[in-house]
């Protein structure tokens, strides 16, 4: 750590970077990505280049895209100020659910309580509101963009 002192580097925990992480919307394997989604659902179709020629799982991915998606990803904010999510809470529309969260935590850059959540294609619009149940309480939540913060890359 002395080699980082110049530069403002110390410890950080978990959850820190877990927070920064969600904040910029950067995925995580075993929750926003794993074996049971797609990386289209994911958001991340970018990292497929289909320009490529043949490969294991094209056939699969164009038919996918000719289908359409029946789940997406997408950033909720959480109206609470008691309890944060963590994943794997029940996404509600009218007392119906219609997905889940994938990770969550309060946002120290946003100041705002956020969710990663797989929903059903139908409530992705930006400002849609669902709601999150959090501890047996369904909190309000409103669709976002993705991501809260936009990533920069420095070295």
Known sequence: MKKGEEFGVHPFGLYAMNSLRIE?????WGAEISNDNSLHEAGMQGFICMKKGDFIGRKAVLEEVGRGLDQKLVMLEVQTDNVDPEGAEAVYCMDKVIGHTTSGCYGYETQK?????YVSSLFLTPGLELSVDLQGVQRKAKVTSLPMIKPYHMR
Do not use: D, T
């Open 24 to 28: 910029k919307g950067f995925r995580a």
């Open 113 to 117: 309580s956020l969710a990663m959540a």
